[in-house]
């Protein structure tokens, strides 16, 4: 039986649109899909409608949406006890703790948890300061750390990100991006000219000695622009060199999604601070800040405090803990390797057929697919990008791709739940392949004039 305030409630998309406009503060994106229902990876909006979820929510439901598994620890958590304040501690907890030090690189074995990626970059940035004694944070052009004072100082990305007064935090620089694809540097096939350029940039404006820099090793937000193997590796010898601490975000590709526990591991370094959110909590809101015994012990001593209403809560770290047994129990982390190399062999394919295709990169279940004009020009085109967008969310696929005049408007990303199989891939791929054909024939596109691309 339905009371008759539920029969008031809107029955459509539109409906529950109206009445969004009606009570809500407007947020960064407006797409009109009011989604109600989830399974696996797929997603359902009001109107009855079915989606492929090629966005994992928002990178967070990497076990795919309402696992069986995964509710079930809801349930339980949620039936023995939810909340303690963060004065106390609780076997959730430390099972949570224990099970990162377990499959984080080297010694990074201390870990505190919150809620979002942004409280995770807030709270890495006052430990190495704390730990250091300095105060300048190093971090790169077009990186993305969070939306708090201090996390929106370190991400590089300008217009709206920087549009409110008194935004950026003092002691903050920004360095090059190592992006091969449009590389400003001449010969820069491994990124160390941009590494030069950056640390160049470090000594001319700062001490020389930061307290830390912190970069992702896939710039999701950027268009999943992955820095070489080279480059990381002279930033981690830069940061033993100076005493800065090496603090790496992997809000996005943690936890699995790149084939790896955590992207950093590609690159055969260990950092000093690696940040965790998203698919850690699988879709509840959890992040972590994990560090080294010998760091989290002297910043003990040095008064280090962090803390926040829910600080280590049980039921937060309860489902963290079970979205990682998933991924452990059902070898999706393996999975998420050889469905991102199957995704990937076919972009490619799609871009040797495709002028509009300019490059495609990623590891794992973290794609970016860079949409121009033509090769030739390499012209951004963030229209041929919405327009694909676009007849894929027509068509029952959903893209990591934000409308035109957003940041990186014409790179669209791919970021699955792991448990994506090859059938629901090749379902998926269908779609984009037509996308990208309508997109051709329908968008009128042209370089501006007397504009080159690099």
Known sequence: MTSANEDALPQTVQGWLELDKKYRIKGRYDISQVLIK??????????????????????????????PAYTKAIVDQAGQLVQTGSGYTDPPRILLAKKLAEIMPGDLSRSYFACTGSEATEAAIRLAKIYTGRTEIVALTRGYHGMTHASLSATGLGGKFKSIPGSGLPGFIHIPTPYAYRSPYKDDADDMAAFRQGMEAINWTTTGKPAAIILEVVMSVAGMIIPSKKYVQAVREWCTNTGTLMIIDEAQSGVGRTGRWFAIEHFEVVPDIITTSKSLGGGVPLCGVTTTPEIADRVAELGYHQSSSHTDDPFLAAVGLANIEILENEKLVQNADVMGRYLKENFEKMQREHEILGDVRGLGLMIGLEIVIDKASKAPSPLHASAISEYCRAHGLLLGHRPTGAVSGNNIRILPPLILSHSEADEALAIFRDAVIHAEKTVKAQPPAGTAWM
């Open 38 to 67: 989830g399974e696996g990876v797929r997603v359902w909006d009001a109107d009855g409608k079915v989606y492929i979820d090629f966005e994992s929510g928002q990178v967070c439901a990497s076990t795919g949406h309402c696992h």
